[in-house]
């Protein structure tokens, strides 16, 4: 579970009127479908991570009303039969969704929520905190990884994020790819690799920096990285730094690295470089930080920079430079009938009734550039793909592999399975892998295609139709 407590107040209030509406009409059992998508791909990028369900899933199974909760809740001068209603919530509906770790395209439905109407709507706004803000984190830390190569990435960001929202962007960033976190209870809590070095202040506390770096590798002679840049890199932290790895090595031990959070860190690289590999510490490693994102790591590689590890702080866990992602979460069935939302903007319309997305492979075994989104009913295979707001413009796809995406992975309040975090980023990576590259490109991506069938595109004309003429 997450490090603050989820209850069922961790939302909108207007859920919880519309709910109490629902509850007094006598509607609350009626059955209702949601569909989770985004219409906007962050950073002017080729794709998204999907992120985030593990903690969703976590939350739903544990979703309740506390006793403090009620009391609160009866302030707020709502009926006191639909609190007491609430005294009993639990949510007992099904979950369909792509494996965390997909990559995943705009207005896809990548998550589906069925259940009453009240419990489907009343889960609407933790799970777009929860699913927007970790595919937002995963997405970035993909791009990072894509640039960096395996090269090793740390996540720094817990000084620098919103409040407890660091705890999922360090496991966000691992199923985008990185390696390690500073963030103690996040690696604690999910298992991740704890990684860290010293601050400048530590070394300021000595009167000697030499000192500061002996007493350090007294207490951490096995992992050992001296931040080297507090007064003069070149001329005081670097010499420093090899006196102490010296001494290190006569005692049996071996420094780990040595870390650059400011200046030129191309040529202080390359520089510590050479002074390390003169003094035979060939071993020790290059550590950068410092306002790092995948534009400035592909620059300092593209310097030919001989870093090891970035630590990434900032721009990770804010997902910069965009902040946040626009995923939404729409109503597409309702008491057994497919609703949409219309819209003068016409790439707002929604698609109604349940539905299966086709994850479509080329010849080559890669993803082929377009997914079909299809009528569940309509099985597991489509012919021909539409535009979805471009009339005339269709794709065959027929002969094509085609593989759905959305699994039950919730049924009755209660997980299908829980893979483990290592097992989500291996799927991640695995699934990167099949994405050509020039979606990756960090400037003017490909365009990835998402159509959707023909009796899909025919439902949604009836339904525009019929609420046009009322």
Request: aromatic share 10%; charged share 25%; glycine share 8%.
């Amino acid at each position: 579970m997450l490090s603050i407590r989820i209850s069922g107040t961790y939302t909108d209030l207007y859920e919880l009127t519309m709910g109490q509406t629902y509850f007094l009409e006598g509607r609350q059992e009626e059955p209702a479908c949601f569909d989770y998508f985004f219409r906007r791909i962050p950073g002017k990028g080729g794709y998204v991570l999907f992120a985030g369900l593990h903690d969703l899933l976590s939350v739903l199974e544990d979703l309740q009303f506390t006793e403090a909760d009620i009391a609160y809740l009866q302030d707020q001068k709502l009926a006191p039969a639909f609190i007491e209603y609430l005294k009993g919530f639990r949510f007992r509906g099904n979950v369909y969704a792509a494996t965390e770790g997909e990559v995943v395209f705009p207005n896809s439905p990548v998550l589906r929520v069925t259940g009453n109407i009240l419990e489907a709507q009343l889960v609407e706004s933790l799970l777009l905190n929860i699913v927007n803000f970790e595919s937002l984190v995963a997405t970035k830390a993909s791009r990072m990884r894509y640039v960096a190569g395996d090269r090793v990435l740390s996540d720094f960001g817990l000084r620098r994020a919103h409040g407890p929202g660091s705890i999922l962007a360090a496991r966000a960033a691992v199923v985008g790819g990185f390696n390690a976190t500073s963030n103690v209870y996040a690696a604690e809590l999910y298992g991740i690799p704890a990684s860290g070095t010293m601050a400048h202040s530590y070394i300021e506390s000595y009167d000697d920096e030499l000192e500061a770096f002996r007493a350090f590798a007294r207490s951490r002679p096995d992992d050992c990285i001296f931040l080297v840049d507090t007064y003069n890199t070149l001329k005081s932290g670097m010499p420093h730094a090899i006196t102490v790895a010296k001494e290190l090595e006569a005692q049996g031990h071996r420094a780990k690295a040595i870390r650059l959070d400011s200046g030129d860190l191309g040529s202080l690289a390359k520089a510590a470089r050479a002074m390390l590999d003169e003094a035979g510490l060939n071993y020790v490693k290059i550590v950068t930080s410092n306002q790092l994102d995948e534009y400035a790591i592909r620059d300092l590689l593209a310097q030919q920079a001989p870093i090891d590890i970035f630590g990434v702080g900032t721009k990770l866990v804010t997902g910069a430079p965009d902040a946040a992602l626009d995923g939404v979460y729409k109503l597409a069935m309702a008491c057994g009938k497919p609703r949409l939302k219309l819209s003068e903007a016409k790439e707002k319309i929604t698609l109604p009734g349940n539905k299966q997305i086709l994850r479509i492979f080329g010849e080559d075994g890669r993803f082929y550039g377009a997914d079909a989104v299809i009528l569940e009913e309509e099985g597991d295979s489509a012919t021909d793909i539409f535009h979805p707001f471009e009339p005339g413009r269709s794709q065959a796809v027929s002969g094509l592999r085609q593989e759905p995406l959305l699994h039950k992975v919730m049924e009755n309040g209660k997980r299908t399975a829980s893979p483990s975090l290592a097992e989500t980023a291996a799927y991640a990576r695995d699934r990167l892998g099949l994405l050509p590259d020039g979606f990756k490109h960090l400037e003017h991506p490909l365009l990835y295609q998402v159509g959707i069938s023909k009796a899909l595109l025919e439902l949604r004309e009836q339904l525009k139709q019929h609420y046009q003429l009322k």
